[in-house]
């Protein structure tokens, strides 16, 4: 069974948590790949069952939806449940059936429940989980409720229901009935009825207006049905054949009469059902808006809606939110690994809680504008990113393609903060870059577990050439995480077979230890290094923490994991409520914590106030910090990078003349001296007197613009340059201590154990 990871590290600002989480990845987690083991499955079905026997009927929803987390494996105990004499329970596996893999014996159970000798409330909840499945067979039945029911509810509710399904007139007849009921509530509810039908007029209409200044459910239907008669008028109005410019406001009116008839129809749902989920002060709260608010017009009861939801999940781990129309659509468009946006891989500084990009996508929008690792995003198109939710922050800097985006960028050296005018455009990112290094050395950058993560790792290693290598470094530094099943079978490449499972997922819906061993490991032999660093998170954390555990298999060199240690999974919205929230929507909410081979667990535990109380990640066995230039070499450098002088050297470096030379020192190290590139000399004494940094100061700037012309003029990425990143020098030296090399006989890492000036 294939999990996942998470979809990186996103975070809430408030807590001052850093959030990892990149723009084309977000969160690739499964609604279906969720459960737990078969015997544990069975059990928890046995207890849901047993719970719902006499349970309120709003808990019934609750276990139910308990029922459908279990996924679908869980699909033949719940059809069990069908068998119970409890019509309670039957209702409860039918509900849970529809959002499994087994809606027809969900629906069977429902039309059954419809018409049994079942409690009123129960059969009216069972015709509402109908809606979506109506056809002309249920016309009979219905036709026969509607007409000899002993509950007037029934009758008027099938009576409804017959009318969506064939639109018989008799049907508004029999409603209209009870219009002169001496019972207050059965008049409600016909009024109710026959508004939804599109019948609002006489005593019907009197009946609305009323039950539209009481702050209830019902009153809130009565709302939304005068309003879309009002707006169904002023359509009528607006409507002139011989006025073409009339045709989009009549759009715009056919538009929101169709958005409010969603969420009225979504509304009935609800109360139908009994499983509203009525809290006394949201109601409270959502009354005094309707009655008080002082600009009626803009109200948005979806808005509303989906804000409380949002509210709700911030009040819990910083990974569980309520995803909205566009965040849903931006979720599913990720699994693919394409969107549409600046491409840049970004995340949250743990301290400053600010949006730092982790690394410009090649040949990216964000790359081909200028920006660079360690960026600020201080501001897209003129609002603060600091406070922000990352779901909020992706959806402003994903959108339309060929479309603008504004950030404010603020980089170390610059005294004030540049504005950038990005162009959006289609980004598919690969999962996997590979390139041999000196001594035999495989190195294979991991950005994020997609969808073929594995096959891809495979197909790179084996691209490096028929002599192979001798040892591997394997790069998760700033990758976020993704899918657990390619995490787990890319651990399987290098351990043997060993008893502890790889990683284990525990929650309140059980246990589930992934033991895997679907891929054969192949590289059991080779020295394995694993580069990480603090915004490394989820399933990269437990590839490192895995191979760290058995036998110290990979030796980690960085910095401490994120400590992202946590599974969320979605809960789709139910279709016959997306009225509700405006369509498809989705709740992600974490389920399960994961726990390495050792037992223990990756996750960083906070408190309300952001305080760790739990420190998770994975430590690395070498522990080697990033540089970090003083703030005056910092400014130096950056004044330096924007040169014409040193632009027009490196364009000179790249000349046919110099070419294969330059090349040469790139990809094959230049083992620090500034003077083995033609002409540092010269060029040197050109800009000394205008610049403060040394020759060796001075070579750092022109090699990183030389690799990154390099890279434009072959056009293609580099995926390491190992002469000036220090933790990639020193997992070098690891690999070749293990090797039985010495750094100094060997030309290309000349220097390379040797420690480097911050």
């Known amino acids: 069974m294939r999990g996942l990871a998470g979809s990186g590290a996103g975070a809430r600002l408030p807590r001052a948590e850093n959030a990892v989480m990149t723009l084309l990845l977000v969160l690739f987690l499964s609604a279906q790949e969720r459960g737990v083991q078969d015997a544990d499955i069975d059990a928890a079905v046995r207890a849901r069952v047993a719970a719902m026997t006499a349970c309120r009927p709003a808990e019934l929803w609750e276990h139910a939806a308990a029922l459908e987390a279990l996924g679908a494996a869980a699909a033949d105990a719940v059809m069990e449940g069908l068998k119970s004499a409890s019509p309670q329970v039957r209702l409860g596996c039918a509900k849970a059936l529809l959002g499994m893999n087994a809606p027809e014996a969900g629906e069977k159970a429902l039309r059954e429940l419809v018409d049994s000798k079942a409690p009123a409330e129960l059969r009216l909840a069972a015709l509402a989980l109908l809606r979506s499945s109506l056809d002309d067979a249920l016309a009979p039945v219905l036709q026969r409720l509607a007409q000899e029911d002993a509950d007037p509810r029934v009758r008027i509710e099938a009576a409804r229901t017959l009318w969506d399904v064939a639109g018989d007139r008799w049907a508004r007849e029999r409603i209209e009935r009870f219009l002169l009921s001496d019972d207050k509530a059965l008049r409600d509810r016909a009024a109710l009825a026959l508004g939804e039908m599109g019948y609002v007029e006489g005593v019907a209409k009197k009946i609305l207006a009323r039950l539209a200044g009481e702050p209830t459910d019902d009153g809130l239907r009565a709302v939304l049905i005068l309003r879309i008669e009002r707006l169904a008028k002023e359509r009528e109005a607006s409507a002139n054949p011989f006025d073409l410019g009339r045709d989009a406001l009549v759009r715009q009116k056919d538009a929101e009469i169709a958005r409010l008839s969603q969420e009225l129809a979504a509304l009935r749902q609800v109360q139908l059902r009994g499983d509203k989920g009525a809290d006394p002060l949201l109601d409270w709260v959502m009354a005094r808006i309707r009655e008080n608010y002082v600009d009626e017009a803009e109200l948005n009861e979806v808005a509303l809606r989906v804000g409380a939801a949002k509210g709700l999940l911030n009040a819990l781990d910083r990974f569980s939110t309520f995803m909205d129309v566009d965040e849903t659509q931006q979720f599913e468009d990720s699994i693919s690994g394409a969107y549409t946006g600046v491409g840049a891989q970004i995340s949250q500084d743990r301290d400053t809680g600010q949006l730092v990009i982790v690394r410009p996508l090649y040949n990216g929008p964000a790359y081909r504008a200028g920006l660079k690792p360690q960026d600020r995003i201080l501001e897209i198109d003129g609002l603060e990113t600091k406070g922000k939710d990352m779901t909020e922050i992706m959806r402003l800097l994903k959108g339309k393609r060929a479309s603008h985006v504004k950030l404010q960028v603020m980089r170390r050296g610059w005294k004030e903060p540049r504005e950038f005018d990005i162009v959006r455009a289609e980004i598919k990112m690969e999962n996997v870059r590979t390139r041999l290094l000196p001594c035999g050395i495989a190195y294979v950058r991991l950005d994020h577990f997609g969808e073929r993560a594995f096959d891809e790792l495979l197909e790179g290693l084996a691209a490096l050439g028929p002599a192979g290598f001798q ?262 030296a690891e690999i070749l201590k293990r090797l039985g090399l010495d750094p100094a006989k060997e030309p290309a890492y000349a220097g390379i154990d040797a420690p480097q000036e911050r």
């Not at 998170?537 to 030796?555: P, T």
């Open 471 to 732: 040892a591997i470094i394997l790069d998760l530094r700033g990758n976020p995480g993704g899918l657990l099943s390619e995490a787990v079978k890319i651990v399987d490449l290098f351990v043997a077979e060993d008893p502890r499972p790889i990683v284990t997922q525990r929650g309140r819906i059980g246990e589930k230890a992934e033991m895997s061993r679907n891929a054969p490991p192949q590289y059991l032999s080779e020295p394995l290094v694993i580069l990480i660093d603090k915004a490394s998170a989820s399933a990269s954390e437990i590839v490192a923490g895995a191979l760290q555990d058995y036998d110290h298999r990979a030796v980690l060199v960085g910095e401490r994991t994120f400590g992202k240690g946590s599974v969320q999974r979605i809960f789709p919205v139910p279709p016959e409520l997306g009225g509700l929230v405006g369509g498809r929507s989705a709740l992600r909410l974490t389920v399960q914590y994961y726990y390495l081979p050792s037992g223990r667990c990756i996750h960083t535990r906070r408190d309300a106030e952001g305080r760790v109380t739990a420190e998770g990640g994975v430590t690395p066995d070498v522990e080697v910090a990033p540089p970090s230039w003083p703030l005056w070499k910092a400014n130096e450098l950056e004044q330096l990078a924007e040169m014409p002088a040193l632009k027009d050297y490196v364009q000179r470096l790249l000349e046919p003349a110099h070419a294969e030379r330059s090349a040469a020192l790139l990809l094959g190290g230049d083992g620090g001296d500034p003077e083995r590139y033609p002409g540092f000399k010269e060029f040197f004494e050109q800009i000394k007197d205008a610049t403060r940094c040394t020759p060796a100061d001075v070579r750092l700037v022109v090699r990183a613009n030389l690799w990154r012309a390099y890279e434009d003029a072959q056009g293609r990425e580099l995926p390491a340059d190992f002469q000036d990143d220090r933790q990639l020098r020193r997992a070098i």
